[in-house]
Each structure stands twice: as structure tokens, then as C-alpha cells.
């Protein structure tokens, strides 16, 4: 089960949750080569670049979607690419929560039974403060194809905090939202991962959002660099 998941006595055990080592990946070319980033409790960490080269792939590979060409990354001391699939799954299932780009809510169901779904696949009850937080309790009766952009990202960011993930990595979290409603997303974000003692993920194009984070790099010329916002 995941919650007999430890960290390893080569961890600074108490409060990192994810660890990558000497991380490289290549496409076409080279996207990063030689990565190292931990993401520790109550940490929320921002990923700056231009398109094209590589945060969404490192986020993909942080969060068990991609192995990389090299490297290593572990959660509490778990090398997650040397389980099998049934436990990556599960990882990814109840430690881990992805807000991606595109939304993927389910076509033909309401907003609601989206956040059902995620409750009933992750044993979990619907927060209704997280709902009302993220301004979303007049979209919960209507189908999901006929909100606007903005309302179904804060219904994926809803779905995802449903879970009670300890790691949320989120692609582009406040892309489709004014300023006003993108400031209120992150509050909500950053609140969930203090209270939970849990980690925050973000790629952005976004200066001002990505400066509300503890940390923040921009990865350039296949590394990441530190940054000062």
C-alpha cells in the first residue's frame, strides 16, 4: 500500500517528497541533461522557459507519466521507474495529482459528476470548501462542454484536490483565467499545500504567478537555472 511508502535514511527523511537525479531527456535533440531538483514539504516550486524547451517534459517525467532517457526520480524514497506498473498507478493515483494544460473532463457529464468521478476513484469525499474557494458552485449542475475555458480549469484544478494528492504538479495552472481569478486559484493551491504538508509543481509562462512560489528556476539551454522574481 502507498501509505507504508518511507523515505530512505539518504533522504533528508522528514521533509522531502520527490527527488530527481541527474535527469536528461532528448526528442528530436536534447531537451535538459544533468537535472537535480527535490521538492520538500510545504514547498511549491515554479518552472520558467520558453515553449519548446522542456518544462512540460520534465513535468511529465517528475510525475511518473515519462521515464526519462536517464536519471532517476524518487517519491519518499521510492525509485518510481523501477516498480512495476500496477504500483506506479497507484502512486499516481493517490499521492499524485496532475493539472494539465488541456483540461480532460469528460465530455457529456456536468461538472459535478466530473468531481464524483475523482472522489469515487480516489476514495475520497468532495470538498465543498475547495468548490466554493475556487468559485465554481454555479457550474456544478451544467455540462462541462458548455463552460468556458476558465470555468473548466478551475473545475481539472477541483478534480485534482479532490484526490488529496501529496504532490500537485500543475502545466500552465492559470492560463485561461484573468488576473483576479488566477491570483485566487493560486491561494487556493498554495493553502491546500501547506495545510496538507505537501509540494506544488508549476510550469509557467507566467512571471507574476510563478514569483508566488518559494522557488523558482528557468530552464534554459538545458538547465535549470535558479531565479529571483
Sequence with gaps: MIET???????T???????ATDLAHAFDYTLFENINIAIREKESIAILGVSGSGKSTLLHILSTLLEPNHGKVYYRGLD???QNDKKLLEIR???????FQSHYLFKGFTAKENLQISSLIAGKNI????????????????????LSGGQQQRVSIA???????????????TGNLDRETANDVMDVMLQYTTERK?????????????AR?????????????????
Design 198 to 210: 505537501g509540494g506544488l509543481f508549476i510550469v509557467t509562462h507566467d512571471e507574476k504567478i510563478a
Design 13 to 19: 527523511s522528514e521533509t522531502t517528497l520527490l527527488r
Design 159 to 173: 478534480r485534482v484536490l479532490i484526490k488529496q494528492p501529496r504532490v500537485i504538479f500543475a502545466d500552465e495552472p
Design 5 to 11: 511508502i518511507t523515505a530512505t535514511s539518504s533522504e
Design 127 to 146: 470538498n465543498l470548501d475547495i468548490i466554493r474557494k475556487l468559485k465554481i458552485e454555479d457550474t456544478l449542475s451544467k455540462n462541462v462542454s458548455v
Design 213 to 229: 512560489c518559494n522557488t523558482v528556476y528557468r530552464l534554459k539551454e538545458k538547465r535549470l537555472v535558479p531565479v529571483i522574481l
Design 80 to 82: 518510481m521507474y523501477s
Design 93 to 99: 493515483r493517490k499521492e499524485i495529482g496532475i493539472i
